[in-house]
């Protein structure tokens, strides 16, 4: 005869043990995640406590207010309230250092009004992008800067500027912009996985300075044309560099046309601050496809033209349609 042994069934928790279980759980995790911003606010007080009463000690107790009022004027700062206005008068007394001392014109801090100029400059210089049919066959496309409003633009008018067999790039006087921006416009072009670019950063992360990063074409090519044209200036810099590079190294029906361009290969993160302001800092050394740097150096053209007026622009439909 064979014994048959039942299975004994695991006690079954009731609802509110597990109601009590699940608040064990929250309860745990949501005291260690208080204990890391508590540590981590203590270790950024401890790093900044020398600073703070420097802080302190000045705003709230030099006697010579007529300095002060003097020393935020000059930055262009209203002293509303010296305590809360104080880290922008340190941090723009910085910049202006670095800029004299290392010659870097691009870190420097946004007033609320020089912010509030730079968005609009950057959004009014946008709006002269175009494109039209330069020739049968031959598309023309303007970038007046590199910013979310040109980026916009090409991409509603892709369509339209994929029907040609050619393409004029025109990016005379494009100051640059956005780096996202510029890869965004540089994966119309490129297939998946090309290299766009290097960019060098420094974060530094327990003790250690961490470097590198590689941009890489992020979506599936778009653009499909015979030949590319691209106009450049002396007044072509920056994003537009790097566009410019990443179409050139990766592609081999591209020349350029015109003249040196700036040569600027780093780049800056702009960080907003309380009251409107924000500052801005060089945080990238940007390198091309292969590797190469045309930080103070530019891009020499295939082919050197004139480039003002609407010369050059023949100049480069004649290439292509002969």
């Known amino acids: 005869m064979f014994k048959i042994h ?13 109601l009590r279980r699940s608040y064990l759980r929250f309860k745990i995790i949501s005291l260690s995640v208080i204990a890391l911003l508590v540590a981590g606010l203590s270790a950024l007080i401890y790093q900044n406590f020398d600073y703070l009463l420097f802080k302190n000690l000045i705003a709230h107790h030099y006697i010579h207010t007529d300095t002060l009022d003097e020393l935020f004027a000059a930055h262009g700062i209203t002293p509303e309230s010296y305590i809360r206005n104080f ?9 202006q250092q670095i800029r004299m001392v290392d010659g ?9 009004t020089m912010r509030q100029d730079a968005v609009e400059r950057v959004r009014t210089r946008a709006a002269a992008a175009e494109f039209f049919e330069a020739a049968p066959g031959v598309g023309y496309l303007f970038l007046p800067n590199i910013s979310p409003y040109v980026r916009d633009f090409v991409f509603e008018n892709q369509e339209e500027i994929n029907s040609f067999d050619n393409l004029i790039l025109d990016l005379r006087g494009n100051s640059g912009g956005v780096l996202d921006d510029f890869q965004a416009i540089a994966d119309l072009f ?24 590689q941009r890489n074409s992020r979506g599936d090519r778009f653009f499909d044309f015979e030949s590319i044209k691209i106009l450049q200036n002396e007044r072509t810099a920056s994003a537009s560099e790097g566009l410019i590079m990443a179409l050139t190294e990766n592609l081999d029906n591209v020349t350029t046309i ?31 496809p292969a590797g190469e740097t045309v930080h103070g150096i530019g891009i020499t053209p295939d ?13 480069a439909v004649s290439l292509i349609l002969h």
């Open 6 to 18: 039942k299975r004994k069934r695991k006690p079954h928790h009731s609802a509110i043990e597990r």
């Open 87 to 95: 880290d922008n008068l340190v941090i723009s007394i910085v910049t």
């Open 104 to 112: 870097d014109v691009y870190t420097y801090q946004y007033t609320p």
């Open 190 to 213: 490129l297939e998946r996985g090309d290299i766009v670019g290097f960019e060098t950063a420094r974060w530094h992360l327990f003790g250690w300075n961490v470097f590198g990063n």
């Open 258 to 288: 015109g003249a040196l361009t700036y040569g600027k290969g780093i780049g800056q993160a702009t960080l907003p601050l309380r009251g409107g302001f924000a500052v801005r800092a060089t945080v990238i050394l940007i390198e091309t």
């Open 303 to 315: 082919i050197e033209h004139e480039t003002y007026g609407d010369d050059i622009v023949d100049f």
